[in-house]
């Protein structure tokens, strides 16, 4: 089936160094969502990419979606300790019953160092 | 805070124990979902609910059965359960399930999940 493929799989920051996370399909994604877990917590949807070559930002986190849709990064300026987490994207898997269903990416986990 | 209310919070049971998880949203969506999470893993989809109806089974178990009773519920029984199904299961519900070939997949609203623990 469908997979979208994520690295790094772990990164260590030193708080305000900046962090990327990058996901990529084999196949064009007709769209690509991005998901914040906390530790312990549940996972919290970000944000939804749909265009060819968009660009997105909240605050410091900036999301893309490459021009073949094919690719999706999350970056984030300056870590805080408050971003530490695990991040997923997730995409659109092999429809079935009619319907598209999210399969998400290994996730990337976030430890940011005071 | 989440709106979508998952119970109970824990559980711990038997292999030969009947039991059930509950969720409930009051979101008006009409999407909802199961997620099996192990540690240090993405969720990995189990069940598909759209407009109250199964629409997908991703090959689970028997021994997991799905329910929806109305559109704001959705019920996991759990029978004959073996160890290594202990996880977090998460509920999710989305505004409308995607259509296959369409742009939008839904934006899930996850609970907070209901870690099993089966002895």
């Known amino acids: 089936g469908q997979q979208v493929m994520q690295i790094p799989q772990y990164q260590h920051v030193q708080e305000g160094e900046d962090f990327t996370t990058y996901c990529n399909s084999s196949?064009?994604?007709?769209?690509i969502q991005w998901y914040k877990q906390r530790p312990g917590g549940h996972p919290v949807f970000l944000i939804q990419?749909?265009?060819?070559?968009e660009v997105k930002k909240q605050k410091r986190l900036t999301f893309q979606f490459g021009e073949a849709k094919k690719n999706s990064s999350l970056h984030i300026t300056a870590t805080q300790t408050t971003d530490v987490g695990t991040y997923f994207c997730?995409?659109?898997?092999?429809?079935?019953?009619?319907?598209?269903?999210?399969?998400f990416g290994a996730g990337t986990r976030l430890a940011v160092h005071p | 805070d989440t709106e979508v209310t998952q119970t109970p919070k824990h559980l711990v049971m038997g292999m030969t124990n009947k039991k059930s998880l509950k969720c409930e949203q009051h979101?008006?969506?009409?999407?909802m979902y199961w997620y099996k999470q192990k540690a240090k893993k993405p969720p990995e989809l189990m069940f598909v609910?759209?407009?109250?109806?199964?629409?997908i089974n991703e090959s689970v178990p028997s021994r997991f059965s799905p329910e929806c009773p109305n559109s704001s519920l959705l019920n996991l029984h759990l029978h004959a359960l073996q160890p290594e199904d202990s996880a977090l299961y998460l509920c999710?519900?989305?505004?409308?399930?995607?259509?296959?070939?369409?742009?939008?997949?839904?934006?899930?609203?996850f609970g907070e999940g209901s870690r099993l623990t089966v002895l």
């Open positions: 999710a519900s989305s505004q409308d399930p995607g259509v296959a070939g369409g742009k939008y997949t839904g934006e899930l609203f």
């Open positions: 196949t064009t994604l007709s769209n």
């Open positions: 990419l749909v265009k060819s070559g």
């Open positions: 997730a995409g659109p898997g092999t429809p079935k019953g009619g319907y598209n269903k999210l399969i």
């Open positions: 979101m008006g969506h009409r999407a």
């Open positions: 609910y759209s407009y109250e109806k199964l629409s």
